[in-house]
């Protein structure tokens, strides 16, 4: 079946631009999750989440950073004023759901570069 | 947060066992040791878990010692394909990757 897909693969912007980066989840799967990797790290957690509803979202850096999930499937992560320091790897994965872990699956991510 | 401290890098000839180290110290009595990795320009991927028994799945073997510091996770016949970086993570709710473990695999 089709994996978890995400839109563009690449987007380049300017300093200050909006961005937005769109994530499409397993069919089925309620919980989803955006995940930030700069290069020679691990992916940084950003958000996680649970139907519709966002259940943590510690991890956005600031206020800048916004997702949302509005039908409980498909989300979409909104950077505003975008930074040089932005640029890297958003991935978004999705899973079954629930505080028990259930394994998660993986976008390719999309891959920002802010000018 | 439960931390993982891993080598950052291995070698492995093509069809012997790689073993990649993890240690974990300061784990919870509860807390589930993962294994994702990573190929170049893909996600993550999950391989195993496992909270205090040994585990085997079709990809690889984690072994979890006594104690639960530390962990092993076992590729028992490597091949190039499995040339990626390793990440050993601490549930606690949320994956926390740290800088994992870049797995060469050589011919």
């Known amino acids: 079946g089709a994996g978890v897909s995400q839109t563009p693969s690449n987007k380049v912007t300017e300093k200050g631009k909006y961005v937005e980066l769109r994530c499409d989840p397993i069919s089925g799967h309620t919980a989803l999750y955006w995940y930030r990797q700069s290069l020679g790290q691990g992916p940084e957690f950003l958000i996680y989440f649970q139907g519709t509803g966002a259940a943590d979202d510690s991890g956005l850096p600031n206020d800048r950073f916004f997702a949302v999930r509005p039908e409980g499937s498909v989300s979409t992560l909104k950077i505003q004023r975008t930074e040089r320091g932005d640029s890297a790897v958003y991935l978004c994965?999705?899973?079954?759901?629930?505080?028990?872990?259930?394994?998660?699956?993986f976008g390719p991510g999309t891959r920002l570069t802010v000018l | 947060d439960a931390k993982t401290t891993q080598p950052p890098s291995m070698d492995c000839a093509e069809g012997r066992a790689a073993n990649l180290p993890c240690n974990h110290s300061t784990i919870s009595g509860n807390e589930y040791v993962y294994w994702y990795r990573q190929i170049h320009s893909q996600g993550p991927q999950y391989i195993i878990h496992?909270?205090?028994n040994n585990e085997t799945n079709e990809m690889a073997s984690l072994i979890i010692t006594e104690d639960r510091k530390s962990s092993t996770l076992i590729l028992p016949h490597a091949t190039l394909r499995d040339t990626a970086v390793y990440y050993c993570?601490?549930?606690?709710?949320?994956?926390?990757f740290g800088q994992g473990t870049t797995l060469q695999v050589k011919p």
């Open positions: 496992g909270l205090k």
């Open positions: 994965a999705s899973s079954l759901g629930g505080r028990v872990f259930n394994e998660q699956f």
């Open positions: 993570i601490v549930y606690t709710g949320k994956l926390i």
